[in-house]
Each structure stands twice: as C-alpha cells, then as structure tokens.
C-alpha cells in the first residue's frame, strides 16, 4: 500500500482539510542552523509540488523570519491552493542585544508571552503583516504552560471570537505536553490539537490523557517533532532529543529500534512516520525541512508501508509498548 501526503483529511469539525503531510516551518527560521533564503524557498516550492497542502508555522520561529519567508515563497501562488497555521500568545520584540534563542536566523528580540485578548488579537496582526497576506485558515494558542488560565479563558475567547466571525477557518492549542491540551478538548470546543514530540516511536505520553479525549470529542491531532528533534532520522553523532542533546538511553533506543527497522527492510524515519499516523485521532504530520531534499526524502518515507512483523518484533524486543503497536 502506499500512503499519500496529499490525502485529506478534515480538522476536527471545522471546515478546514489538511493534506495527511503537512510541512513544518521551525527550520525556516533557521533553527539549530542556518538556512538561506533561497533554500527556504525551494523547501516550500518543493513541497507544493509534492503534494504538501498544509504549511505551519510561528512568530517564535527565528522571530518571525519563518513567517517572513514563508510569505515569499507564497507570493503569487493561489491561496485556495494551501491551507496555511499560525500561533498566537507570543509577542516579538526586536532589541539589539536580545536573544536569538536556538534560531540561527533570528534577530536578536525579547519574546513576551501574551495570552490576552488583546494580545492574541496583536500575535496574529503581526503574524500577517510579515506573511504578506489577508488570512490565516488555523491559529493555534502557542505553548501556555505557565498562563494556562488566562489561555483558557481570554485567549480561547479571542480565538473562538475569531473563528465566528470567520477570520480564521480552524481554532486549537500547540504543545510540547498533553496535559493542559487535553483541558482545551474537555472544556472548550477547538478544532484541533498540535502536539510535538509526544505520540512518537520514543514517546507515547499523549496517549494518556490527550488522544483518547480527542477521539470521544471528535478534535484533531496535528503531530509535530515526529522524529523528536532528530535523533529518529538519524540517531548517529550528536543526535537531537527534545531540543537538546540525546541523553545515552534514548540514542541506544534509538539504535535498537533502527536494527529493528533494517531487519525488515525499512528506514527508521518511515517507521516513525507510520507509527505516528497510526492513531485514529491524527489528521497529519508535519515534517521539518531544511532543504528540498529533505522534503522528498521525507515523502518518499512517509509513502512506505511498514509490515506488521516491525511492530511486533519492536514489542518483542522491548522498544514499544503492546498497547500502542499499530494495527
């Protein structure tokens, strides 16, 4: 069987659909290193071409250049044609002497969080002046871990607002965590939940709390860090986990679970694809690219079928949880 990026599916219970690979914009902002902008195009012309109809990304990334690039690479291609993300709830403040924070690219700014009607409302104006354009079709309340009442409150009322008035197509909250997200899908009825890093081959934590409420409340996943900052595309050398260095247990994890892989025939990366797929509350899978390459190769891995003997033999081994194995 083989698996298309350019599948849709539909966003919670909204009108917004998603092609089943969407591209993640984090590496257009120069994350970890540099990216010129000549080759941020082409990772976005590319994956147009690919079949890539779902575009993400945040001021956060290299403090708006993601976004700033993004904008050129769209212009002059026909908006209906992609459905494009943005977040809101962090303010960039350029001040010589600021943070660049882990963005190469990024203009040395202070980041203040925001998560006030106002606020929200001032993220996605800017958000939009550095795209070029008149709409984003999702906003998504960016990591509220430490101002989650005033993100359920006023920044949900904000978005919501939004949404009704069809300034945005889709509302939903992006997070490194399951907790605070699964009182977004409980408690106020947003489209759609981003989730990096934890429905992956190395962590299933979201399976706790966050993917079941989201199955019963008919909300969907869109899954971010699928690879967990790298060290699941490739966990040789300096490998990347959660932002930082992989600590030994997790790259010998890694490692075994890659054996794994190869016995049957199939690249870890496209392993990690499917088994994130697999969850019947993910719509899709956003894929971090820093070169056209990376974009081919990464729809050529999620178009791999994964034989049921890998999961099994992952369970055997002790790598993957029973519970969790795809079906």
Request: hydrophobic share 40%; aromatic share 6%.
């Amino acid at each position: 069987m083989t698996y298309l990026a350019s599948e849709r599916r539909n966003l919670g219970h909204s009108g917004v659909s998603v092609t089943a690979l969407g591209l993640g914009c984090a590496a257009l902002g120069g994350l970890y290193s540099h990216v010129a902008d000549d080759e941020a195009r082409a990772v976005v012309s590319t994956a147009l071409s690919a079949g890539i109809g779902y575009l993400d990304t945040a001021p956060q990334y290299g403090h708006g250049v993601s976004e700033r690039r993004l904008g050129v690479a769209l212009a002059g291609i026909d908006r209906g044609s992609y459905v494009l993300s943005t977040k809101a709830g962090r303010l960039v403040h350029p001040r010589e002497g600021g943070s660049k924070g882990i963005f190469a690219d990024a203009e040395p700014a202070d980041l203040e969080f925001d998560f006030s009607a106002d606020g929200i409302s001032r993220s996605l104006e800017e958000s939009l002046a550095r795209l070029g354009l008149d709409r984003v079709d999702i906003v998504y309340l960016h990591d509220p871990d430490d101002h989650e009442e005033e993100a359920l409150t006023s920044a949900y009322a904000r978005v919501h607002e939004l949404r009704e008035q069809g300034v945005v197509g889709a509302i939903g909250v992006g997070m490194n965590q399951s907790r605070i997200p699964t009182r977004f899908v409980r408690e106020t009825d947003i489209d759609a939940v981003l989730l990096a890093g934890r429905w992956t081959l190395l962590d299933q934590s979201g399976a706790a709390d966050l993917l079941p409420a989201c199955v019963e409340r008919g909300v969907s996943v869109v899954i971010g860090g699928v690879f967990n900052s790298g060290v699941l595309a490739d966990p040789e050398g300096q490998a990347l986990y959660n932002y930082g260095v992989a600590p030994r247990p997790i790259v010998d994890k890694a490692l075994k679970m890659r054996d794994v892989c190869a016995r049957h025939r199939v690249s870890l990366k496209a392993a990690a694809l499917r088994f994130a797929a697999s969850h019947p509350a993910v719509a899709t899978i956003l894929l971090g690219a820093r070169s056209a390459a990376e974009v081919i190769d990464g729809v050529e891995m999620y178009g791999q079928e994964v034989p049921a003997e890998l999961w099994s033999e992952l369970v055997a081994e002790g790598l993957l949880d029973e519970t969790h194995k795809p079906s």
